[in-house]
């Protein structure tokens, strides 16, 4: 700008220059010819240097200043002519624009709009063949246009321009459509990019994503109006598809190893196995044809207890999640080609859907008989006793303590085998194991009301009761199980009497496990002082089962004072 401002100013130093140069010479030309003393000529020329350069300073400042009024009328000019301002154009030099100022803003409005038109031709020309969709909506109405791409790839469109975008978007789609325009109005956000599906037809659903800006400069009165695109993504949609579909596919087959896979076409009701000589191997059913319209594979060879369960979990695809990379398992037992029920693995994956519709699934089933046997006997053995079956009265205490948080009242009930060290020196140890096997499925084939059965050490059984009732009382539970012991036990050969001695805490709802076991143990210890090891006998913790236990204790502690003392006069 400055550069430009010195070349304008050019011919001003020029005559100045030239003014400066013409009084020098005729002055010194006169001083000479003259006859004059050239020691004027000394104080003479910088005076007129002086005088030449104040002129040039003059006059650049005079210029610089009508060129900036100027340039500041032309301003207002433009401006009040943009914004039809009738007062602000009055203003300018009094009401009256010069004609120089006129004619600049004629011609950069002519530059304006011959560039506006341009661009307005290449838009239009571009929106022809594009395949978006331009949508603007405000409180006054929708509007929307588009070109010739949506009829020449999907035929005559029922898209209206006068009508609501929202109209032909998905009802599932619609309300994350809803919810982003309105926090858009309502400036929480400035944009939104969401993927929808949007109806051209009545038969015809293309998948499309719309973006959205808001656009201020309307009414205060106005909410924000929300401008966008519509982006056609259909058949990248379906690329993207077609590739995860293929990419699950491949993983299942590569990892398949020894598994039966197969493939489900939803729509058509059809079952395809992609590998049957594996699933000929595992079941005998090599091309998987059992396949009914209530989606039932291999039905029959599906062990009763599962049947319901797998098919509520596996074909009704209604219900199937439809997410990346979610996988549905289940394990059950399924009769294998040899006849046996065996434990398998079952996952199941979404490869393909329209919208929330399931179309494709594949399916996997693994034989996990050999983990699922190692996985049963670690926790068999860490909950069970290795000998009976029974509960470890750890885990049975775990259970017991769980039930309780329910506010059930419960229970425990001792059984203690009387004179059980005779029958292992009598018999035998193998056959007192044997007599306790033959206790264990006795109480658990008897037991009465929802209990559980524990051993809790050689010769001591429990009962944990995790329901007490009216009904089903320790009492109750302990007259009904003595009897089934009344008749000769057969172990093997040999017929043998077996009694016991039992015991049970006092029914509560708060008791836990140890302290119910400990009003137990000592419920048991007076029933069995108090009664014959030959016959059944039970007693139930009470208030007076301290007192007893006090005066038991004290009986055997003068007793083995007593002792005592008559081995020490015998010695």
Not at 64 to 86: G, H, M, P
Not at 377 to 397: I, P, Q, Y
Not at 428 to 443: A, I, N, P, S, W
């Amino acid at each position: 700008m400055k550069k430009a401002l010195i070349l304008k100013l050019a011919p001003i130093y020029v005559l100045t220059a030239a003014l400066f140069s013409a009084v020098c010479v005729a002055v010194s030309a006169a001083l000479i010819f003259g006859g004059l003393k050239t020691d004027v000529l000394i104080w003479f020329v910088p005076l007129m240097m002086v005088i030449c350069v104040a002129w040039a300073i003059i006059c650049t400042v005079i210029v610089r200043k009508i060129r900036k009024q100027f340039s500041d009328s032309f301003e207002q000019v433009l401006s009040a002519f943009v914004k039809e301002d009738t007062d602000a154009l009055m203003s300018v030099n009094g009401g009256d624009p010069l004609p120089e100022q006129l004619s600049r803003w004629v011609e950069e409005q002519s530059r304006l709009f011959d560039e506006a038109r341009r661009n307005n031709v290449a838009i239009a020309a571009e929106m022809e063949v594009s395949s978006e969709i331009f949508w603007r909506i405000t409180d006054r109405g929708c509007s929307f246009r588009y070109g010739e791409y949506w009829n020449r790839n999907y035929g005559y469109v029922t898209l209206n321009s006068s009508s609501d975008i929202r109209n032909h978007i998905q009802p599932s789609d619609l309300p994350e459509f809803e919810r982003a325009l309105k926090n858009t109005r309502e400036r929480v956000i400035n944009n939104f990019n969401i993927v929808v599906g949007l109806t051209v037809s009545p038969h015809k659903t293309v998948t499309v994503r719309i973006r959205g800006n808001g656009a201020d400069g309307f009414d205060s009165d106005e909410q924000r109006a929300v401008v966008g695109t519509i982006h056609d993504i259909d058949a990248e949609s379906e690329l993207e598809h077609k590739l995860e579909s293929e990419q699950i596919k491949n993983r299942f087959l590569i990892q398949s190893a020894k598994d039966v896979i197969y493939e489900v076409d939803v729509p058509e009701n059809k079952l395809v196995s992609l590998n049957p000589e594996m699933a000929d191997d595992l079941f005998g059913l090599g091309n998987m044809s059992d396949f009914d319209g209530e989606r039932r594979p291999y039905w029959e060879n599906i062990h009763p207890d599962y049947r319901e369960g797998f098919v509520d979990r596996f074909f009704d695809y209604s219900h199937m999640m439809i997410m990346p990379e979610h996988i549905m398992t289940y394990e059950y037992r399924i009769r294998n080609k040899a006849g046996d029920y065996i434990w398998v693995e079952h996952t199941a994956q979404v490869v393909s859907h329209s919208g929330n519709k399931v179309e494709k699934v594949i399916g996997r089933i693994s034989n996990i008989n050999e983990l699922k046997g190692i996985a049963l006997d670690l926790h068999f053995k860490s909950v069970c006793d290795g000998l009976t079956g029974a509960l470890l009265k750890s885990a049975l205490g775990g259970q017991y303590d769980d039930e309780l948080k329910k506010g059930r009242k419960q229970a425990i009930v001792l059984l203690n085998i009387n004179r059980f060290r005779f029958i292992n020196n009598q018999y035998g140890y193998e056959f007192g194991d044997m007599v306790l096997r033959k206790v264990t499925e006795l109480l658990w084939a008897n037991q009465k009301g929802k209990c559980i059965i524990g051993r809790a050490d050689d010769d001591t059984f429990i009962i944990g009761m995790l329901a007490v009732t009216e009904k089903d009382h320790p009492d109750s539970q302990i007259v009904k199980l003595l009897p089934v012991f009344s008749e000769p036990i057969k172990i093997n050969s040999t017929y043998i009497n077996i009694t016991f001695s039992a015991a049970s805490s006092a029914p509560s709802h708060e008791t836990s496990f140890g302290e119910a076991f400990a009003q137990a143990e000592k419920a048991l210890k007076v029933c069995k002082s108090e009664n014959q090891v030959y016959n059944n006998s039970h007693l139930m913790y009470g208030a007076d089962t301290e007192d007893k236990l006090k005066e038991l204790d004290r009986t055997e502690t003068e007793k083995n004072n007593g002792e005592e003392r008559n081995t020490a006069l015998k010695s």
